[in-house]
């Protein structure tokens, strides 16, 4: 089973059954479910492709990290603590209107993709391909994992505030 398979229900399960009305609902200048679903699929699938695309790259090294990406990836990896009021990167922003079915057709695709990762290539090369993060710096497949648990773990809390349940 997928290291990610479980966001499937962390995300989405709060939405099931409910109207797309309230896959829409969001206070003022803040995204809707709907939005933030996209937002995680999309970068999802970003990541997915680039290490899909360095798969046949000869093994590489971890290029030095800054300041700030050495306390971001302490905090969201180390700490699987994700800071609020960060604006997402302009790449992973979702449309200003995005339906249910798409976003969330698109979020499970993204899911899909990992698991093939993890099955395909996380095995073969664990610890020397990389993707850069444009706050983290770059990540073995592994810590991307990790970073798609704690990013879709810290919207889902959102999502969860906009339906009107606990934090």
Excluded: C
């Excluded at 306390?71 to 209107?97: C, D």
């Excluded at 095995?123 to 770059?138: E, M, Q, S, T, Y």
């Amino acid at each position: 089973m997928s290291a990610l398979a479980h966001l499937e229900t962390i995300v989405l399960g709060p939405l099931t059954g409910r109207p797309e009305a309230d896959w829409q609902r969001a206070p003022a200048g803040k995204w809707t479910p709907a939005q933030i679903v996209e937002h995680l699929a999309i970068s999802m699938n970003s990541s997915a492709a680039k290490f899909e695309q360095r798969r046949g790259y000869a093994p590489m090294q971890r290029r030095a990290r800054g300041v700030v990406g050495f306390v971001a990836r302490a905090a969201i990896l180390g700490l699987r603590w994700f800071p609020r009021g960060f604006t997402a990167p302009e790449r992973t922003q979702p449309a200003p209107a995005i339906p249910r079915a798409p976003a969330e057709a698109h979020f499970r695709d993204g899911l899909t993709h990992w698991a093939a990762l993890e099955r395909d290539l996380l095995p073969a090369r664990p610890r020397d391909v990389f993707v850069k993060h444009p706050r983290l710096g770059d990540l073995t497949l592994a810590e991307w994992i990790r970073f798609h648990d704690v990013h879709a773990r810290h919207h889902a809390r959102q999502i969860r505030e906009r339906l009107g349940g606990a934090p």
